[in-house]
């Protein structure tokens, strides 16, 4: 087996043995309330007919696939219901390499680790392109890095770690990219619903038959234990990844995609938007503490991470235990998400505890 | 790609698509009532805190591993839960074609279509291993069968679509097979509740360090919509399957997990034998028609399915589809388990309507 697994249950592992009291900014958990109609559905599920226990359509119920076509305005038959946005990401990697398009995954740098997992699994090589400081991508430097062997090029956005949006017109070279280069571009949006700016764009409106977008309601319903995700398929591959869906899990739990419905029709813009300003409000008073510690740091444009760098404290295995034990915060070590990031350390702000964690940081590094 | 969907799916969308009234036995899902102690878990599940909403642990719910850990007499370590018994035999399959002892593997024909989908989805070549007219399985043809390549022999018992249950003899001849030429057993025993012989014993207790145990509650509590299953892996086997899950999957939904641990804890023996009392009957109701009919089939030891032969009626799909319009009675056609049976039909027990079906049988076929 010459794939990893990932390290977060590592970090969080750790954190969990720690003797004293530790703030955890490890895992993507959301920590609020997740919608009140997703409870509701739970709760009429469970009186369900026999019937409704019984498998759903592998591709998924067909009242869900219809409403998120109808929300994201594609043909049904694109969209693939999912055990959570992990496999959607994994049926979206290997139909792009079933295509015999070649052999090379290029993936940004940082990277959120589980691309280059599921890459290396599914017999690809991986080509790591760095970003830049400011989080933002240079589809120059996705361009100088392609070659004939290029089947798919991964982007997540709003990005994980960084906190990057990438904007349209960076995200129209890539799927322009992908076409030229015989390749596929997959954009992961699961951040989508944590954008600070206001500026997101799927890039679902590009239009491209190129281009497979996932996404997921783990985040925005803060149900990461739910598993339930889906892509959107151009039309040349959605045959195949419905068959490698059937055949590696046959369908997505039930109860879950019940539930999800039942949110995603019972659930006002007020609810995504709560969550959102509690995340500004965290981002704000966490970067006001890395300031006050003499950090350089990420203002994210979405998502829920910053990346911090502290002087002479690089984001090695050994610091992010070393904070755990010395400072009470267990963050990601940055050497985890690629070669970029070394220097830095990634904190999630999904605690209520970020104001706590924030001036132990100032103590420690102040 | 060059794997397949399987069949299911048309037949059954072609029945449901048809004009008169015709009566499903097709799919495998349990038509009767999940234990009240499932439906008890997903109410208590709803009102959870958020925190139980995340993430659970990527193997499994702790206490869940630990229970099936208890009953199972395994270490918990040993045990992976899954998206459903299909995504054990996914990991199953996939761990033994990573250990690099070939691309090989051996199925029995008849053969539940997934196993060859599955393997033919990873790069492995498939070798069919007849099975006898009444079902049993000589381990001496799987021993001639067997080469430097085979890297994984793959078993279902009770079986579907035969419903023979192997003999402890006959599973100890084939474990021991595959220690000779470093190869790995798959014992898929999701049928184990459905055993009308009491003679069943689990290929766990053969205690060999090259079989994996598959099974899930799909069939044993009628929720074959929740997707919970498991794998117990040989020690060596476990890691990677573990990766592999997580890379996949990420974890396995936590509403349907929570709920299938509250019912095994709270659901007694009556509640299993209920239902294999009620597929005893369908049996007898059923064969008893086949009689009438002039039919030749077999009686299931387990399981709950019957597979018919009828002269001149080869199990063709064109045979499938025009008992659906003639007869109106949905059956899968033999020619889609393998090449042994392509005479025969297989009929799923698992539902109320058995004694019609048996009478509209008799009526087109007497």
Redesign the interface.
Known sequence: ?E????QF?HVMQYAADADGDVIDMV?G??????PAAL??G??E???AD???????P?EGLVDLRAEIADRRNVDPERVVVT??T??AN?LAMAGAL?RDAGDEVLLTDPVYP?YP??AS?LGAETTLVPTERDGSLDPERFREAASDDTALIVVNTPNNPTGTVYDRETMRALADLAEEVDATLLADEVYDHFDFTGGFESALTLDSDRTIVTTGYSKSM???????GYAVFPEDLVG?A???H???????????QY?VLRALRGTDADYYAGARELLSQRVETFTDALDAAGAEYTSPDGAFYVLARFDGFPGTMANAERLVDEAGVAGMPGETFGTTRSEWLRFALVTPRVEEAAARLTDYFG
């Open positions: 087996m794939y990893e697994r990932p249950y895992s958990n959301p920590d609020w309330e997740p409870r509701d739970l709760r599920y469970a009186d026999p019937a409704d226990f019984q498998y759903p592998s055990n959570g992990g496999e994994y079933d589980y997992g599921k699994m803060a149900i990461t234990g739910f598993r339930v195949s419905k068959t490698r059937m055949l590696v899990n046959v369908a997505t739990s039930r109860p879950a539930a």
